[in-house]
């Protein structure tokens, strides 16, 4: 991608402001993330505008498009969008690849790591702003009630009633809420997630065999994308 794409992206984020009061639309962005193990169709949250517009603007160009799935980890999280892991060499270490800039945290009560959301990966900023381009999509796990005591104590929050049970039913991390941006979900595809979460792996978490990724962004009505995907939006 060309330098001057990365700086009408950043100028497109910086001036996405948090809570900016966007007219409502009869459409939307449909997400189709397509892997050699299968297709997720993905939502972006209105309630997370710069990560949205971020990742909109960066699939727009094919700047996902041969990127790897480069660290799996079953029961937790499937994460990709790191630039250098195009065509990288087996055994490389990857994740360390980035676009030069950062997107402030956008944190919301009602966004939480429940399995098939994406969010933003990190590193360990004080503002805990996020990677301008790598990411993940949760795979978690069916949580029990003695399992939140520790999730509680791991976020620093307490979970809501209806969260608890997502997580007794759907299954996700809870220990990361309000730690890392949550800004979209997958709607259809979910046990693509747990196929790639389950692929061989290296010390490093690199599947052995490459998980690329194909990523492709269309605005479609959103009476379309509920009849398709029985996805319901707010």
């Known amino acids: 991608m060309q330098k001057t794409h990365f ?62 799935f480069h660290r799996v980890i079953n029961n937790f999280m499937i994460q990709g969008g790191d630039p250098e892991s195009k065509k990288a060499q087996p055994g490389t ?28 990966a990190r590193d360990n900023n004080p503002d805990k702003s996020s990677s301008g381009c790598q990411f993940y999509i949760v795979q978690g796990k069916v949580l029990k009630d003695e399992d939140f005591a520790v999730a509680e104590r791991r976020s620093g929050r307490t979970i809501p009633a209806g969260q608890r049970q997502v997580y007794k039913t759907t299954g996700g ?20 997630i747990d196929t790639i979460a389950g692929q061989p792996r290296d010390a490093r978490d690199r599947p052995q065999k490459d998980i690329a990724m ?7 009505k959103k009476k379309k994308i509920t009849k398709r995907y029985g996805y319901k939006f707010e």
């Open 7 to 68: 700086l009408v992206i950043l100028l497109l984020v910086s001036n996405t402001l948090p809570g900016f009061a966007q007219k409502k639309s009869r459409k939307d962005y449909l997400v189709t993330i397509t892997t050699d193990y299968g297709t997720m169709y993905a939502v972006l949250y209105d309630q997370t505008p710069r990560h949205k517009a971020n990742f909109i603007a960066l699939a727009d160009t094919g700047f996902y498009n041969g990127t790897l």
């Open 93 to 120: 270490p990857l994740g360390n690849g980035d676009v030069g800039y950062r997107v402030p945290a956008e944190f919301n009560e009602k966004l939480f790591h429940k399995k098939g959301v994406l969010a933003a």
């Open 173 to 192: 991390t809870p220990h990361l809420d309000q730690g890392y941006t949550v800004f979209g979900e997958v709607i259809k595809g979910l046990e693509v």
């Open 214 to 220: 194909q990523v492709k962004v269309e605005k479609m």
